[in-house]
């Protein structure tokens, strides 16, 4: 995982442990007297093995908060970009690939996490899927500068490859004999 998406997940979980504990200390009040029948998920669990850094805590923690149906949109998000971080630091790469799919089904207006599978999809040496991803985080927000600096060092690298192999073609290639008269 790059520096800035460090950085990310770390402000992601961050504000998850800053909302889980505003949320103990001013709970929100029922419109009704009667207690909810649904018990609230908890999900600081896998806030503190993201924060602590145990991947593999975080894969079965966060991961059964994510299976639980009861599990509302923001902490399913929350729990999946930190498994998928998990997955990526133990080099799970199509499992990570797989929980920022779900993530962008449930939002699809996250530019970090489209640029951060675009970085997984460039690692596993798809760079189409990359090259699409990376563009997508520059759509939705043109000012994303790692989207930018990733989308033009691929494009760079495309450029270079396919320039390296019209080189290549065209010495490859034998000569053609020359007709000789008899």
């Not at 029948?37 to 093995?49: F, G, L, T």
């Not at 460039?122 to 899927?129: A, E, N, T, V």
């Not at 990733?150 to 010495?171: I, P, T």
Request: net charge positive; charged share 30%.
């Amino acid at each position: 995982m790059n520096p800035y998406m460090r950085r990310t997940f770390k402000i992601l979980i961050v504000s998850a442990a800053i909302a889980a504990a505003a949320a103990a200390v001013h709970p929100a009040r029922a419109a009704t007297s009667e207690p909810s029948a649904d018990p609230k998920i908890d999900a600081a669990p896998c806030v503190a093995a993201a924060a602590a850094d145990d991947f593999d805590k975080v894969i079965v923690v966060c991961g059964a908060l994510i299976d639980n149906e009861k599990t509302g949109k923001p902490d399913r998000i929350k729990a999946l970009l930190a498994r998928a971080g998990a997955f990526d630091r133990k080099e799970l790469i199509d499992r990570a690939i797989g929980d920022y799919d779900t993530v962008l089904r449930l939002d699809p207006a996250l530019a970090d996490i489209f640029n951060a599978r675009g970085e997984l999809w460039r690692r596993k040496g798809d760079r189409p899927r990359a090259l699409a991803d990376y563009g997508m985080a520059i759509k939705l927000n043109p000012q994303h500068e790692a989207a930018r600096a990733n989308y033009k060092s691929l494009a760079q690298e495309l450029e270079r490859l396919g320039a390296e192999m019209a080189v290549k073609n065209k010495l490859g290639a034998a000569p053609k004999p020359t007709p000789t008269l008899k």
